[in-house]
């Protein structure tokens, strides 16, 4: 966000302002990057500048929430818009991290679905699901799900997997053969987090790891691994440049992200305005032409033809037989589970 300098506390200065002839408002977008950055560009950031004539300045960031709480802390908040994880949404809330949002008189919960609407402290962005990825070109014959992707035999090579717990337990369970219906029953007990990582060891040997969205997608346009466990929308990025990369939506894992504003935000009704403005099922149509994240609109999923529709994690047939990421197990376990699966890695 731009900030004023001495040199700019003039009176001739302050007086442009107060007159309405100094320049025009600006909004700090917090996000992840990559190919969901680029659409978010096309799709909100460009239209909203448009629209409003308000500047958009983006930034990057890893959903570090120790930035949000350092600025908070400091008073000294910078940024407007911040896209989080929807694993971090309760505990920034509860710690007063973020603003509590007044969005009740332009968004209408009925027009969203469910999950969109869950917090007072943010509003649903995009659903998006980890999933099975392979290389078409390289498979002879396509994987079905998760069993597949631990046997070594049939599928001789390495396995591109997430540096972390979280998904890896789920999608061991599930090649184990429990039922995506029983996921987080059978994790919530002791021998079913030791049946997780029993069977992570089966595969440890084969496993490439990686802690970078972007990185699956390159691990097996290159070869490097035959299946991986990626964030669907990086996979459609990679088809997009002409790369014969498939999903497998059997066993995917889908969850949120939500838009927040950090408490202290100098610009909140701004923010909310941009929240509101996205949130619209025309502008939400735009952005999931532009990437396979699925809409939280009623109204943008009913505008999308059959072929972009097959692409994203919100169609019925690709969640008929998926998992919804348990934010409150991992709000509870996460911090332990962690730690297990580090330990296990250094193993």
């Not at 949404?89 to 869950?118: F, H, N, Q, S």
């Not at 997009?240 to 992200?257: C, I, P």
């Amino acid at each position: 966000m731009k900030r004023l300098t001495p040199a700019l506390l003039s009176p001739l200065f302050l007086g442009l302002l107060f007159s309405g002839a100094a320049s025009a408002a600006e909004l700090t977008l917090v996000n992840f990057g990559g190919a969901n950055g680029n659409a978010q560009k096309v799709a909100y950031v460009e239209p909203f500048q448009k629209s409003t004539g308000t500047k958009v300045v983006t930034a990057e960031f890893n959903g570090e929430l120790a930035k949000v709480k350092a600025m908070v802390e400091a008073k000294k908040v910078s940024w407007d818009v911040v896209e989080i994880d929807g694993g971090d949404l309760t505990r920034a809330c509860d710690d007063g991290l973020i603003e509590k949002l007044d969005l009740a008189k332009t968004i209408k919960k009925d027009d969203y679905i469910p999950e969109a609407t869950v917090s007072e402290c943010g509003m649903g962005a995009f659903v998006w699901s980890t999933v099975l990825a392979y290389n078409a070109d390289k498979l002879k014959t396509a994987p079905t799900g998760w069993a597949d992707f631990w046997d070594t035999k049939k599928y001789p090579g390495k396995r591109g997997m997430k540096k972390s717990a979280q998904y890896n337990l789920e999608f061991a369970l599930m090649a184990d053969g429990v039922p995506t219906k029983d996921v987080y029953k059978v994790l919530a007990t002791k021998e079913g987090v030791d049946r997780a990582f029993k069977k992570l060891d089966q595969l440890k040997p084969n496993i490439q790891w990686w802690d970078a969205g972007a990185l699956p997608a390159q691990f097996l346009a290159s070869g490097d691994v035959v299946m991986a466990n990626a964030y669907n929308g990086r996979i459609d990025a990679a088809q997009r440049e002409g790369k014969n990369l498939k999903v497998v939506w059997t066993g995917s894992v889908y969850t949120l992200d939500y838009w927040v504003i950090p408490k202290g935000s100098p610009n909140k009704a701004l923010a909310e305005k941009f929240i509101n403005f996205v949130s619209q099922p025309e502008n939400q149509k735009v952005y999931a032409n532009n990437i396979a994240y699925g809409p939280v609109s009623k109204g943008a999923l009913k505008m999308l033809d059959a072929k972009t529709l097959g692409n994203l994690p919100t169609s019925p047939a690709n969640a008929k037989d998926a998992v919804q990421l348990s934010l409150q197990f991992w709000t509870d376990h996460g911090e332990e589970l962690e730690q297990r699966f580090a330990a296990w890695i250094a193993k």
